[in-house]
């Protein structure tokens, strides 16, 4: 038995209280699930206390639901959301639901189905059907949760409620961010978040959600990409869900980027989920800095740049935590950088040193997005180009591996110790001079205190010699 739904009825015996909504339907469906959806008459805060201590569980008030509270395990297993009734029966209650197969309900001490609008047989005929015609109307929020579920139950959508969907969509803009992310990233780290995609996009509404990625349409872009903009995002996405599963292009480092990417960062996304959104973003400003040169050939000048200040802008309209803006900013500045250094092969101590440090915290994540967007551009002389940059990010992933466990060298000496070696006073010229020693010493140039302070005199003077030089 749904760890959540025996503990609510131990706990809440007595109670008048149902099941509803996605635990029915996934009951139905056979499907295994940790999340169950009560509601209940009389005090929903006390139900949830009381089920919280029989549990040993938390229990909290939900900001965006008026009256309901989350009871959620402490290991985060299962969690139960409790509902006050809506309306004077149960049928009133779901009757304000979105889809008919969401409209179900059983007692939470056990008894029949209650399906007052024929959500079994939708469920057996495999689709969505509204439950009312203003079902969108009373919240926009639900076109994103109908493309949601279309992908992820693999059912097809009845065509008047695709149509009110549409309709409504444009409406999608007045929903707080947050709550439209909250459904965004159930897409993106779902099973197929491309399906989810082009689904909100039938829908109509991806020019409401992400206007950034509906403006990549038929940006055409050099003869080295097979696809526009956009199909070249969604197709970047493929990738990265596709090396989640088989990491094989990433070489013998890839178990331990894939234990990395299966850390939590923000949100309640892991490193992996995060990587999807900068996959979703990395090439979001090539719409506004596409140009051509006198022959011809198409350019994306400073697009790294633009597209993480692009990707901030995003994540903060959908009220994301500033430590998953600042990420996904990040994966989108560096997004290039391997690529790059192709051309500089072998690579040298110190282009690997300039590549950490530029690309740090994020220099494992943004290694797999640059296999990942390799991988995806496939026109001229792709077999080749993909060739050579695998061996590029290859090497560079076991640096970066290296670089997350271990950090950069413990320094020879400190700022402190360096200003009274060379007689100079805090400031810029430190900070310099330091980072200086820091690449010499990674590359194994220098290796005592004795050659970093010879190193930094002598950097030092060149610079005073350039100085009057300029001057």
């Given at each position: 038995?749904?760890?959540?739904?025996?503990?609510?009825?131990?706990?809440?015996?007595?109670?008048?209280a149902?099941?509803?909504?996605?635990?029915?339907?996934d009951?139905?469906?056979?499907?295994?699930?940790?999340?169950v959806?009560?509601?209940?008459?009389?005090?929903?805060?006390?139900?949830?206390r009381r089920?919280?201590?029989a549990?040993g569980?938390?229990?909290?008030?939900?900001?965006?639901?008026?009256?309901?509270?989350?009871?959620s395990?402490?290991?985060r297993?299962?969690?139960?959301?409790?509902?006050?009734?809506?309306?004077?029966?149960?049928?009133d209650?779901?009757?304000?639901r979105?889809?008919?197969?969401?409209?179900?309900?059983?007692?939470?001490a056990?008894?029949?189905?209650?399906?007052?609008?024929?959500?079994?047989g939708?469920?057996?005929?495999?689709?969505?059907?509204?439950?009312?015609?203003?079902?969108?109307?009373?919240?926009p929020l639900?076109?994103?949760?109908?493309?949601r579920?279309?992908?992820?139950?693999?059912?097809d959508v009845?065509?008047?409620?695709?149509?009110e969907?549409?309709?409504?969509a444009?409406?999608?803009?007045?929903?707080?961010?947050?709550?439209?992310?909250?459904?965004?990233?159930?897409?993106?780290?779902?099973?197929?978040?491309?399906?989810?995609?082009?689904?909100?996009?039938?829908?109509?509404?991806?020019?409401?959600?992400?206007?950034e990625?509906?403006?990549?349409?038929?940006?055409?872009?050099?003869?080295?990409?097979h696809?526009?903009?956009?199909?070249?995002?969604?197709?970047?996405?493929?990738?990265?869900?596709?090396?989640?599963?088989?990491p094989?292009?990433?070489?013998?480092?890839?178990?331990?980027a894939?234990?990395v990417l299966?850390e939590?960062?923000?949100?309640?996304l892991?490193?992996?989920?995060?990587?999807?959104?900068?996959a979703?973003?990395?090439?979001?400003?090539?719409?506004?800095?596409?140009?051509?040169t006198?022959?011809?050939?198409?350019?994306f000048?400073?697009?790294?740049?633009?597209?993480?200040?692009?990707?901030?802008e995003?994540?903060?309209r959908?009220?994301?935590s500033?430590?998953?803006?600042?990420?996904?900013?990040?994966?989108?500045?560096?997004?290039?950088?391997?690529?790059?250094?192709?051309?500089?092969?072998?690579?040298?101590?110190?282009?690997?040193?300039a590549?950490?440090?530029?690309?740090e915290p994020?220099?494992?994540d943004v290694?797999?997005?640059?296999?990942?967007?390799?991988?995806a551009?496939?026109?001229?002389?792709?077999?080749e180009?993909?060739?050579?940059?695998?061996?590029?990010?290859?090497?560079?992933?076991?640096e970066?591996?290296?670089?997350?466990?271990?950090g950069p060298?413990?320094?020879?000496?400190?700022g402190?110790?360096?200003a009274?070696?060379?007689?100079?006073?805090?400031g810029?010229e430190i900070?310099r001079?330091l980072?200086?020693?820091?690449?010499?010493?990674f590359?194994?140039?220098?290796?005592?205190?004795?050659?970093?302070?010879?190193?930094?005199?002598r950097?030092a003077g060149e610079?005073?010699?350039?100085?009057?030089?300029?001057g």
């Open positions: 038995m749904n760890a959540a739904l025996s503990a609510a009825r131990g706990a809440l015996a007595g109670a008048e149902w099941v509803v909504g996605g635990a029915v339907r009951e139905l469906l056979g499907r295994e699930t940790d999340d959806d009560l509601v209940a008459r009389g005090d929903v805060a006390d139900l949830a089920l919280a201590r549990a569980a938390s229990a909290f008030a939900l900001s965006d639901a008026f009256g309901a509270w989350r009871v395990a402490r290991d297993s299962w969690q139960a959301d409790l509902m006050p009734l809506e309306g004077h029966t149960l049928e209650d779901l009757a304000r979105d889809f008919t197969v969401n409209a179900m309900a059983r007692p939470l056990g008894g029949d189905l209650v399906d007052p609008f024929g959500g079994h939708d469920l057996e005929a495999r689709h969505l059907r509204m439950v009312s015609g203003g079902a969108f109307a009373a919240d639900r076109v994103m949760r109908l493309a579920l279309a992908v992820a139950l693999g059912f009845e065509p008047a409620t695709r149509d969907a549409r309709r409504t444009p409406r999608l803009v007045e929903v707080p961010g947050e709550r439209a992310f909250g459904e965004l990233k159930l897409i993106v780290a779902g099973e197929d978040p491309v399906a989810g995609l082009l689904a909100l996009d039938s829908a109509g509404a991806l020019e409401a959600v992400l206007p990625l509906a403006a990549q349409r038929g940006i055409a872009q050099n003869r080295y990409h696809l526009d903009v956009h199909d070249h995002t969604l197709e970047v996405l493929a990738q990265v869900v596709a090396l989640e599963r088989d094989a292009p990433l070489g013998p480092q890839a178990p331990a894939l234990a299966a939590p960062l923000a949100d309640e892991t490193r992996a989920q995060a990587l999807r959104f900068g979703l973003l990395h090439d979001a400003a090539k719409p506004h800095t596409r140009g051509e006198s022959e011809g050939r198409v350019t000048m400073g697009h790294d740049a633009r597209g993480a200040e692009l990707a901030r995003v994540l903060g959908l009220r994301a500033q430590r998953l803006r600042e990420h996904v900013a990040a994966l989108t500045l560096h997004h290039l950088r391997a690529g790059f250094l192709v051309h500089r092969r072998p690579l040298s101590p110190r282009d690997v040193h590549y950490l440090r530029a690309c994020v220099e494992v290694t797999v997005l640059s296999v990942a967007d390799r991988l551009t496939r026109g001229d002389r792709a077999d180009a993909i060739a050579n940059h695998l061996q590029i990010a290859r090497e560079l992933l076991g970066a591996l290296r670089w997350r466990a271990d060298p413990p320094p020879l000496l400190r402190d110790e360096l009274a070696e060379l007689g100079l006073r805090p810029p900070g001079l980072r200086e020693l820091e690449a010499a010493q590359a194994r140039e220098i290796g005592s205190r004795e050659d970093a302070v010879a190193l930094a005199r950097l610079a005073a010699d350039q100085g009057v030089a300029d």
